[in-house]
C-alpha cells in the first residue's frame, strides 16, 4: 500500500501505517512476526490477503498446515471488509478467531465466515486451520 495513511483494511479506526503496516514491515525488514495476539495477527492476514503480500501470508501459516504456495488476487477482485465477531484466548499458547470476511468479484458478491485456529510457536502467533460457516 502505497499511501500508509490510508484507512487500514483491517477495519480498526487507523491508517494502514499505524496499524497492518507496521506488522507487515517489521516483518518485510527483520523476518520477525509481532503480531500481539491471535486478533491482531487475523487483521494483519486480512490486511495481507488485500494487498497480495503472499511472502507475509505464507509465513504467518503453521508450518504443519502452510500451502507450498499461493496465487495472488483475481483481477478486478475487490475486498470489501472485515468482521471480528469474537477472539477466544483458550490458553498462552492457543487462540480462536470467528470472522466475516466479505469480497466481490465479476459484479458477484462474496461471504466467507470462518471460525481459525491460532497456536503460538516460539513467541509468534501463527494460523493453524480453520472451520468455513
Known sequence: MNDSNLPCPCGLPSSYGQCCGLI???????????????????????????????????????????PSTLTPNEPGLK??????????RQDAEHALVEFV???KLGGRAYRMSEISRFERVDGAWLYLDGEIG
Open 24 to 66: 507487515h514491515q517489521h516483518f518485510a525488514a527483520t523476518g520477525k512476526l509481532t503480531a500481539a495476539d491471535a486478533e491482531a495477527l487475523m487483521r494483519s492476514r486480512y490486511s495481507a490477503y488485500v494487498l497480495d503480500l503472499l511472502d507475509y501470508l505464507l509465513a504467518t501459516w503453521h508450518p504443519s498446515s502452510r
Open 79 to 88: 475486498w470489501l471488509g472485515l468482521q471480528v465477531k469474537k477472539h477466544v
Open 101 to 103: 470476511a466479505r469480497s
